[in-house]
Nanobody, 114 residues
Framework: VQLVESGGGLVQAGGSLRLVCTASGFEFSSSLMGWYRQAPGKKREVVARAATNGAIYYSDSVKGRFTISRDNAKNTVTLQMNDLKPDDTAVYYC?????????WGQGTQVTVSS
């Protein structure tokens, strides 16, 4: 099982980034996929989740700015981040949930400068 995130980087406030999580080694279409983030000194928090039935969840802090999408044919889950703010600076992690199984990617750094 592997989850590999890509697309992080440094961007100015108001800019955009697109994160992609590429999965392998498991039945992707049967798994709940999500993006989480952890800023320095803070707890890891959910950003967005995409369920197998198409249901989508966004945290209030990113609603209207971020879009999560999944492609079951390509085994990818994407997070499009627009209108980025300095408070969005964090390491972003891809997460897979299937019954009692929970797996994480290694994370990708997103830094938003003011």
């Amino acid at each position: 099982v592997q989850l590999v995130e890509s697309g992080g980087g440094l961007v100015q406030a108001g800019g955009s980034l697109r994160l992609v999580c590429t999965a392998s080694g498991f039945e992707f279409s049967s798994s709940l996929m999500g993006w989480y983030r952890q800023a320095p000194g803070k707890k890891r928090e959910v950003v967005a989740r995409a369920a197998t039935n198409g249901a989508i969840y966004y945290s209030d802090s990113v609603k209207g700015r971020f879009t999560i999408s999944r492609d079951n044919a390509k085994n990818t889950v994407t997070l499009q981040m627009n209108d980025l703010k300095p408070d969005d600076t964090a390491v972003y992690y891809c997460k897979r949930e299937y019954t009692f199984l929970v797996q994480w990617g290694q994370g990708t750094q997103v830094t938003v400068s003011s």
